[in-house]
């Protein structure tokens, strides 16, 4: 590779490629959309992305394999929980194809900065969906922007498979009893960055949210979903109409089953009974799997498996979806879609 990058110390940071992927929605349909250059978005001072939200992001990355080929890893569920997000903020649905069509030709544009498989990252892809055009009154836009950009990405949270403390958000929610918890948009993340900071700042990785009905339950962390592995080897994860259902989530509730023989349970996680657990993770595709060492609750500090190693169970988990993902371990039928050059 001619690039100049070093692979193995990459961290989750904004890094601008060469190629974006763009398309107009205008008098009720989508453009073709091209590749462009420009990473810039030109948009009406006035648009409801910019006043009121109306906007919606994925996530997903593009894995390279030890033959070198890449792979995308169930992008079809991105496109779907895209088309449900877009449904709740009254946007124009993008397509599955039309969605995965523009991943591929942004991967295939940018193929250079996909990292070496031994790298341990991959090449991260942002699509995202905005209301833009000249609307003041809080209604939805008659126009869009579609656009998926990429960027080469290492380990969110800093412990990459060491373990990592968190810390429960005693003063803020993350969503309300039927809100946007379940919709991929940004306002959730606007709520989180408060909470989110005074974590970082207290020496934690992220912020554990309960449910915010009665705040005795664990419904996820601020930038993945929480799963717990019991004493009696159950793969236990939140079941909440509030928490952003995780493709990563779903697929490890499948593997724990399936591959590991594991009882795979979407449940009630009472955050006073954390003493059933002997493992607890969080998972998305930023955060892949990452160890929790121990969580804070007010005065309490629980630890799960250990502070400093990440437990058996975790590993296996971590080993089937990472080894399917970068193409060691066989995959479910439709998980991965090659991207031929
Ligand atoms: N929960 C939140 C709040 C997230 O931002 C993410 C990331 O997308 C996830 C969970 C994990 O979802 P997925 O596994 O689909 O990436
Ligand atoms: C992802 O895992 O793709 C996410 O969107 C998490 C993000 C907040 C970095």
Known sequence: ???????????????KLPYRFIAHYKNGQWEKGELTEDATLHLSESS??????QQAFEGLKAYRTKSGDIQLFR??????????????????????????????????????????????????????????????GVQPAQEY??????MPVGSYFKGGLTPTKFIVSRDYDRAAPHGTGAAKVGGNYAGSLLPGQNAHHAGY???????????????????????????DNEFVTPLSPSILPSITKYSLLYLAEKRLGLKAIEGDVEIDKLDRFAEAGACGTAAVISPIAGI?????????????????ITHKLYDELVGIQKGDVPAPDGWIYPVSL
């Open 1 to 15: 590779m001619s690039i100049n990058i070093d692979w193995e110390n990459l961290g989750f940071s904004y890094m």
């Open 48 to 53: 409801p992305a910019l006043h009121y939200g």
């Open 75 to 136: 992008p079809d569920q991105n496109a779907e929980r895209l088309q449900k997000t877009a449904d709740r903020l009254l946007m124009p649905q993008v397509p599955t194809d039309f969605f995965i069509d523009a991943v591929k030709s942004v991967v295939k544009a940018n193929h250079e900065y996909v990292p070496p498989y031994e790298s341990g990252g991959s090449l991260y892809l942002r699509p995202l969906l905005i209301g833009v055009g000249d609307i003041i």
């Open 145 to 150: 922007i579609f656009t998926v950009f990429a």
């Open 205 to 231: 990785s992220d912020v554990i949210y309960l449910d915010p009905a009665t705040h005795t339950k664990i419904e996820e962390v601020g930038s993945a979903n929480f799963f717990g592995i019991t004493k």
């Open 296 to 312: 804070q609750n007010a005065d309490e500090y629980h630890v799960f498996y250990s502070e400093t190693e990440v437990g058996p």
